[in-house]
């Protein structure tokens, strides 16, 4: 599933198409998709003007000025494409309008003429409509922890989260409610920038070292958001694009390889936590 730096890379390719942009009507091509759509969700977007686009853990969510607010989420195999009307405005995110594919199940048709196609082979993405006032209390959205790029994720905070926690680091950083928006790929990478075994209980690792590990997962997510995220199997961007930091990964995948720590003799290992699979270095993760 993609991780907060694929998010984030999709949204930041939609942004300059779609904000200051009307939806002038939306073709859904099925009821629904990991869940049905909400009733007359076509007729709530049809006129409504796109204000902002921000991103909330592994959601995009997109402010309109009927004072709704969209969600879209990719689920294991979602793409959001743009296809452009030939006026130059979407820039290198522009790809010519051509017919709707079979997999195109969510069709948004802009003023500008650009349409935005959601696009899910395995239907397990997410699109809804609900009234920005509900928003605290959305069953997607209302108990995901802090993002781990602001500033209410902190040592203090993260110590208090893991408090008599028994459970591995690597499962609790994976747990939406403690932060939102990391997945195993880049838990994976962090814990080993930070010198962390992913096996260890987080009830027992001191401030100091959730420090540094808070440290890690801002620098990983920030590198990876700079190389356009990591394409795994079906991820594409909002321009079809594949991503690159998974070219740069130090671990994930990394099976048998040496450890590139600097003086470390160690090789990266696969063992399985909670039926995925965790890479690190057995040397130098303590």
Same mark, same amino acid.
């Given at each position: 599933?993609?991780?907060?730096?694929?998010?984030?890379?999709?949204?930041?390719?939609?942004?300059?198409?779609?904000?200051?942009?009307?939806?002038?009507?939306?073709?859904?091509?099925?009821?629904?998709?990991?869940?049905?759509?909400?009733?007359?969700?076509?007729?709530?977007?049809?006129?409504?003007?796109?204000?902002?686009?921000?991103?909330?853990?592994?959601?995009?969510?997109?402010?309109?000025?009927?004072?709704?607010?969209?969600?879209?989420?990719?689920?294991?195999?979602?793409?959001?494409?743009?296809?452009?009307?030939?006026?130059?405005?979407?820039?290198?995110?522009?790809?010519?309008?051509?017919?709707?594919?079979?997999?195109?199940?969510?069709?948004?048709? $802009?003023? @500008?003429?650009?349409?935005? #196609?959601?696009? !899910? =082979?395995?239907?397990? +993405?997410?699109?809804? /409509?609900?009234?920005?006032?509900?928003?605290?209390?959305?069953?997607?959205?209302?108990?995901?922890?802090?993002?781990?790029?602001?500033?209410?994720?902190?040592?203090?905070?993260?110590?208090?989260?893991?408090?008599?926690?028994?459970?591995?680091?690597?499962?609790?950083?994976?747990?939406?409610?403690?932060?939102?928006?990391?997945?195993?790929?880049?838990?994976?990478?962090?814990?080993?920038?930070?010198?962390?075994?992913?096996?260890?209980?987080?009830?027992?690792?001191?401030?100091?070292?959730?420090?540094? $590990?808070? @440290?890690?997962?801002?620098? #990983?997510?920030? !590198? =990876?958001?700079?190389? +356009?995220?990591?394409? /795994?199997?079906?991820?594409?961007?909002?321009?079809?694009?594949?991503?690159?930091?998974?070219?740069?990964?130090?671990?994930?995948?990394?099976?048998?390889?040496?450890?590139?720590?600097?003086?470390?003799?160690?090789?990266?290992?696969?063992?399985?936590?909670?039926?995925?699979?965790?890479?690190?270095?057995?040397?130098?993760?303590?």
């Amino acid at each position: 599933m993609p991780e907060l730096p694929e998010v984030e890379t999709v949204r930041r390719g939609l942004q300059p198409v779609m904000e200051g942009q009307a939806i002038t009507h939306v073709e859904l091509r099925r009821e629904g998709l990991r869940w049905p759509f909400r009733d007359g969700m076509a007729g709530r977007l049809a006129g409504a003007t796109v204000e902002n686009l921000r991103r909330r853990g592994k959601y995009i969510l997109c402010d309109l000025s009927s004072g709704d607010v969209l969600l879209l989420h990719l689920g294991m195999s979602g793409r959001i494409q743009i296809h452009g009307a030939g006026t130059g405005q979407v820039g290198v995110f522009h790809h010519d309008a051509g017919a709707v594919g079979r997999h195109d199940h969510v069709v948004f048709h $802009l003023t @500008s003429g650009t349409l935005i #196609v959601f696009n !899910d =082979a395995r239907r397990f +993405g997410m699109v809804d /409509l609900f009234p920005a006032t509900g928003e605290a209390d959305h069953f997607l959205l209302r108990n995901l922890g802090p993002e781990p790029l602001g500033n209410a994720f902190d040592a203090a905070r993260l110590k208090a989260a893991f408090a008599n926690k028994r459970t591995s680091v690597k499962s609790a950083l994976l747990d939406q409610r403690i932060v939102a928006g990391l997945g195993n790929i880049y838990v994976c990478e962090a814990l080993w920038r930070a010198g962390i075994s992913p096996v260890r209980k987080a009830g027992a690792i001191g401030e100091r070292r959730l420090e540094a $590990l808070i @440290s890690a997962i801002r620098e #990983v997510l920030l !590198d =990876a958001i700079e190389s +356009g995220g990591s394409t /795994l199997r079906d991820f594409r961007h909002a321009d079809g694009e594949l991503g690159y930091f998974q070219h740069r990964f130090a671990v994930y995948d990394q099976e048998g390889k040496p450890c590139r720590t600097p003086d470390c003799k160690g090789k990266i290992r696969r063992i399985t936590q909670a039926g995925r699979s965790t890479y690190y270095c057995a040397h130098c993760q303590r």
